[in-house]
């Protein structure tokens, strides 16, 4: 009887298995992830079919509060994507876990170096990047031809940006040059400002990130350069401290109102197919520029923390990331094919060598708001 039963029961527990619902692991996105997470959900489910992947897509403003929120209120989600400069702080506070164990195999190397660097905090790595990016400079090929102004060339200085930027500029109707200055897009507002400094060859930090040098001769020229701009130049629009890249400065650029503007390579695509737009690019003046991008964190708390990871390392695959990803891959090993391998990206990836991250500290989000 004891052994019938035994029967029964072992039976009822393997079908109990073999019928369990998946589970559901969550992750976090920017709202731009919305048109493509349906395609991610269902190329996941093709080779992990014992886990439903749901991805929720936010938009970036106000995102990194709700991180910590949702953190600190012991209700994550499985994943959360994060911008180079959220990682620090969020691993500072003892927000996510750290995925030194789980990376043994992972060839390291092979990720860009500023938004690699950017999930290592303390010698701990807290951060997977799919996202990589450079900050490079748009002209607007229309507004420079009909202004009798050469294109910028490949050695260029920020006195030459200036001249240009003078002579394409007439006041209250085109602006030589656009920049972000909105506090509600720190990131964006670092492209710009942080290469100028680096250009003039500041820095916000020394190389242990334990003093603040921005008020050495360098630095000082930098913020000089950067405010004057607007203060006493005049090449930017009069809506400057208040602009944002995506929302204002790309319309005006499109629309033949900017005739330069610092960003990542995430315009390639758009621009490439909006009617009627000439445009080019080319590395930043003096070259340095703000490296950065987006990696997948675990935060704390997280319900199916080991289901995370296997998608995370799953995703990162130089094949998957090549073809899923929707913004410039973080791995040099993902973009020998196209859309990655266009003129447009190999000089993106030529500027790649002269990037730097913004300091990895956990005090970040607060030290540029400031």
Known sequence: MNRRFLLILVVALSATSLFAAPATVTVWMGSWWADAAPK???EYAKVNPNVALKI???????????VVSTILGGNPPDVIDLDA??????????LLTEWDPYIKNLDTKDFAGAIWNAGVLNGKVYAIPNRGSETILYYNKTMFD????????????????????KKLTIPGEQYGLGIAAAVSDPA????????MLWGFGGDFFDKDNKTCIINKPEGVAAIKFWSELYTKYKVVPEG??????TKDLVPMFINNKVAMIFQSSLNIAPFNATKGLNWGLQVNPQKMNRGGGWSFTIPVGAAH???????????VQPENLSRLMIREPARPSATSSPPWNSPEFKIVFSASKYSKGVPAIPQWTEVQLL
């Open 305 to 315: 923390a080991s289901e995370a990871r296997d998608f995370v390392l799953w995703f």
């Open 146 to 165: 009909k202004a009798g102004v050469p294109y910028p060339p490949e050695n260029w200085t920020y006195e030459d940006m200036l001249a240009m930027a």
């Open 188 to 195: 964006n507002v670092m492209d710009a400002f942080s290469s």
């Open 240 to 245: 400057t401290p208040n602009y944002s890249t």
């Open 40 to 42: 991610l959900v269902s």
């Open 56 to 66: 929720e897509t936010l938009p970036v403003n106000g995102y990194y509060d709700k």
């Open 85 to 94: 400069y959220m990682i620090a702080s969020a691993a500072g506070n003892g």
